[in-house]
């Protein structure tokens, strides 16, 4: 068995290269598919590419529909979708991805500190599991694949 997997969320640590890490390091049969993690580019790849906008709703917008195509078809893709919450910013766009893959029927993983709790309560209500760290995720993938 093979896994393909989404990952969504935070994008101020390195907790998506731990995973890659110890997928490889476990040789899982993984493939790993995520965002545009550059935050300058995923910003401004609207108008960049469209045209510069006067009012940053527009610059916003273009560039959501665009980083949209992306995410919607990685979490349309992946066999199981992994939901990084930090605590630094409020991140809309990993809870929005949490909804997305839970109206699609994916298995989720969710993973954030236990201060977070609360506040994400809904979230971690959809989620398959909950976890705090990137190995607790390798683990997870790994008792999935086991033969």
Known sequence: MSLTIYLSGEIHTDWRDQIKQGITEK???VRVLAPVTNHEASDDVGVNILGTEDKPFWKDRKGAGINAIRTQTGIQSAD???VRFGDKYKQWNAAFDAGYAAALGKPLIVMHAP???????EVDGAAFA???????VV???EY???A
């Open 27 to 29: 040789g899982l049969d």
């Open 80 to 82: 199981v979708v992994v």
């Open 115 to 121: 201060d977070l709790t609360h506040p994400l309560k």
């Open 130 to 136: 909950v976890t705090e760290t990137p190995q607790q």
């Open 144 to 146: 999935v694949l086991q």
């Open 139 to 141: 683990d997870i993938l």
